[in-house]
């Protein structure tokens, strides 16, 4: 039974990995912005008394991402998977319109939260079984596969995810653990829209096969759902 914390649980990515992990035994902590609103978060409660508790975060406020990790601490012994799961896309960016506040938003929302939330927890993690951080990143942060100006809040914002992946990935080497960033595929949640070819279930079944093969040999790489390499 893994201890797991997941962000952004109350919808799509994060809540299929919340329903997933209870499914297979494990415990979990559920941070999502208004608790009090995350009526599947409270079903699955309800079915899993003892396994799921539900909290909160906003990953674009440093204090709110502070009391997450103590909340975390004052949860668990140990951290064994964090799934930096929650994020962020501004759609109908156009090249010449781009606005400061919505990239700066969504850089604080899935990089810079991200990386805090993770240093705030390195020492849980450290306390962790075979510990493990999943960025979930996307293709779209990948400089090599960037064709056109599209999404760049989001595209801009998932590079440096990837590169405080790797940053991560060196910085808690040493404490045994491993970091990945990691593509979930184009998924049919609200942020893939309704053209998305993958269903939730799929993504998710996946990424957790997935980060069930990383080893601290595979920290600091990017993959797709598969566990294919990624380009940077
Ligand atoms: N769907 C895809 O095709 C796709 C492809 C590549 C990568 N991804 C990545 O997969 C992850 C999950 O995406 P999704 O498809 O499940 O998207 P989604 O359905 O839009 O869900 C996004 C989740 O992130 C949360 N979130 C957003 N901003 C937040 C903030 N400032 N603080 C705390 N939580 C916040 C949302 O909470 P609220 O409900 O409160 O808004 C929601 O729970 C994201 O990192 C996304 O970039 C998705």
């Given at each position: 039974m893994a201890r797991v914390l997941v962000t952004?649980?109350?919808?799509g990515i994060g809540l299929e990995f919340t329903r997933q992990l209870l499914a297979r035994g494990d415990d979990v902590l559920a941070a999502c912005r208004a608790p009090e609103q995350a009526q599947a978060l409270h079903e699955l409660a309800h079915a899993h008394p003892q396994r799921l508790t539900i909290t909160a975060v906003e990953m674009a406020d440093e204090a709110s991402i502070a009391a997450l990790a103590a909340a975390a601490d004052a949860h668990f012994s140990g951290l064994d998977l964090l799934i930096n799961n929650a994020g962020m896309n501004v759609r109908g960016e156009r090249m010449g319109t781009v606005r400061g506040q919505d990239l700066q938003a969504t850089l604080r929302t899935n990089a810079v939260g991200t990386f805090l939330l993770t240093q705030a927890l390195a020492p849980l993690l450290g306390k962790g079984e075979r510990p493990l951080v999943a960025n979930i990143s996307?293709?779209?942060?990948?400089i090599a596969r960037?064709?056109?100006?599209?999404?760049p809040s989001y595209a801009i914002s998932k590079a440096a995810l990837n590169m405080a992946s790797v940053l991560l990935a060196r910085g808690m080497a040493a404490a045994g653990v491993s970091v990945a960033a990691l593509h979930p595929g184009w998924v049919q949640t609200a942020m893939g829209?309704?053209?998305?070819?993958?269903?939730v279930a799929e993504s998710v079944a996946h990424l957790l096969r997935t980060i069930a093969g990383l080893t601290l040999a595979d920290s600091g790489r990017f993959l797709d759902h598969d566990g294919t390499p990624m380009p940077w």
């Open positions: 952004g649980s109350n919808r996307s293709q779209v942060g990948s960037t064709s056109g100006f599209h999404s829209g309704p053209h998305a070819p993958l269903p």
